[in-house]
């Protein structure tokens, strides 16, 4: 690998001013990064550290800003909160590798293009992405000779690739659809940093009214099915328990199947909706009070920044074969 460094350093970094940002995440609080310049003077490239204050760089704020110098990365969305958030800057001219290979794969790939996999595949070289665990800890510590070699091959590989892939992007005359997605980049990353505001007493109200309905439906539900079974349970203390689990399928198509005579081939929503017994009604209402619970109820709360106050959500642009988001 030294020896690719090697080549990629003198072929890639020519020109004056910054040629490359490498950012580590290292928890929620923690980030490294280490800056990949030219010195025309001395005529060597120059890595300084997180020691550097990224907002007194010379030309730092109007290179990033600038939109028509391209800014080549990998998950740009990342690098844009984190610089967002750190120095107040907002990238524009975006370039993304991951996008562009999400793009050129038309949603036939994994989703998720890694660098890892995209070097190997453009480069045949194998990147070694361990070493990103060797940074956990290292706020005052000295990179070692591996990490830096590792944070500077992680930025200046981005050239090669991004080479390779716009000639893929025009032969195929789809560089407008990756210039929208790469556009949109950034409007998603402003997404996720600033969040979605989520007033929390007000939330868990909601869903405790949800949880009455919600038990309710049940109730319904067991006081119609209770007089078709011969035996009611009791529990040690003697008190009387359902018959049977509202959430079993296997409990459920016993009671649709043998008890009901609807023969049906499961509990499915879709298959409960062609049911025109009231039993069917009464389970599919509670199903509704129940997923959303699930789905919106403490699950969510838990997901609420303790610092901001609200959701940061994870949206991936190429989520879908169908090129729709997703959202984790």
């Known amino acids: 690998m030294a020896r690719y460094y090697d080549t990629m350093l003198a072929e890639y970094i020519k020109n004056p001013g910054i040629r490359g940002i490498s950012l580590d995440k290292l928890s929620t609080k923690e980030f490294n990064y280490m800056m990949i310049s030219y010195d025309s003077i001395t005529d060597k490239a120059k890595i300084n550290f997180r020691d550097v204050d990224l907002k007194s760089v010379p030309r730092y704020k109007t290179?990033?800003?600038?939109?028509?110098?391209?800014?080549?990365?990998?998950?740009?969305?990342?690098?844009?909160?984190?610089?967002?958030?750190?120095?107040?800057?907002?990238?524009?001219?975006?370039?993304?590798?991951?996008?562009?290979?999400?793009?050129?794969?038309?949603?036939?790939?994994?989703?998720?293009?890694?660098?890892?996999?995209?070097?190997?595949?453009?480069?045949g070289l194998k990147m070694e992405k361990a070493i990103r665990t060797t940074f956990v800890g290292m706020l005052h510590q000295r990179f070692t000779h591996e990490q830096l070699e590792?944070?500077?091959?992680?930025?200046?590989?981005?050239?090669?690739?991004?080479?390779?892939?716009?000639?893929?992007?025009?032969?195929?005359?789809?560089?407008?659809i990756a210039k929208l997605e790469f556009a949109t980049t950034k409007v998603v990353a402003e997404m996720e940093h600033r969040g979605i505001y989520i007033d929390v007493e007000k939330w868990k109200g909601i869903i405790k009214n949800l949880k009455v309905k919600r038990d309710e439906a049940a109730t319904k539900f067991y006081d119609a099915i209770k007089d078709m079974y011969r035996y009611q349970s009791v529990d040690l203390f003697g008190t009387s328990q359902p018959p049977i689990n509202i959430n079993s399928q296997?409990?459920?198509?016993?009671?649709?199947?043998?008890?009901?005579?609807?023969?049906?081939?499961?509990?499915?929503?879709?298959?409960?909706?062609?049911?025109?017994?009231?039993?069917?009604?009464?389970?599919?209402?509670?199903?509704?009070?129940?997923?959303l619970i699930s789905a919106f109820g403490d699950s969510l709360l838990e997901k609420v920044n303790p610092v901001t106050g609200r959701l940061h959500p994870e949206f991936n642009q190429l989520g879908a074969a169908t090129g729709r988001f997703s959202c984790f």
């Open 250 to 291: 296997t409990q459920l198509l016993d009671l649709f199947n043998n008890k009901l005579k609807q023969n049906i081939p499961s509990t499915g929503d879709d298959i409960l909706a062609a049911v025109s017994h009231p039993v069917a009604a009464v389970l599919r209402e509670y199903r509704k009070y129940e997923k």
């Open 63 to 123: 290179i990033m800003e600038d939109p028509k110098i391209i800014k080549i990365l990998h998950n740009a969305k990342f690098d844009y909160k984190f610089l967002k958030h750190q120095t107040g800057v907002e990238m524009n001219n975006i370039y993304d590798t991951m996008l562009a290979e999400g793009v050129l794969t038309a949603g036939l790939g994994p989703g998720f293009f890694g660098l890892k996999t995209l070097s190997e595949q453009y480069l």
């Open 150 to 176: 590792y944070g500077a091959l992680d930025t200046l590989i981005l050239f090669p690739i991004f080479k390779l892939q716009l000639e893929k992007l025009q032969k195929e005359k789809i560089i407008n």
